[in-house]
């Protein structure tokens, strides 16, 4: 289903796949986004603590970031094992 007019002023002629008019569509992508950029004075994922390193964490997250991604390449390993179990299974009956 198609509406005829843009979803964000219902007055002009959609021009994009998400239904936005031209104008909208700047508004909407363009305009007062706010992008995310780390800040020199503030930890970017808590926003507590001075950040200690480029990547703009402090000293507690860049650790906690560290576990997270840890655990995370760990449980993807799991996962590959798990796969090449079961092609190996898959080989096996045929
Ligand atoms: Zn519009
Ligand atoms: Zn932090």
Request: proline share 5%; aromatic share 8%; glycine share 8%.
């Amino acid at each position: 289903m198609h509406s005829e007019k843009c979803v964000r002023c219902q007055q002009d002629e959609p021009v994009d796949d998400h239904g936005f008019c031209g104008h909208c569509r700047v508004v909407v992508l363009g305009g007062h986004a706010p992008a995310p950029r780390p800040t020199s004075d503030a930890c970017i994922r808590c926003r507590d603590a001075e950040p200690v390193g480029e990547d703009g964490y402090c000293g507690y997250c860049h650790l906690a970031v560290r576990v997270e991604l840890e655990k995370g390449i760990d449980r993807f390993s799991r996962y590959l094992e798990n796969q090449a179990r079961f092609s190996q299974w898959l080989d096996a009956d045929r």
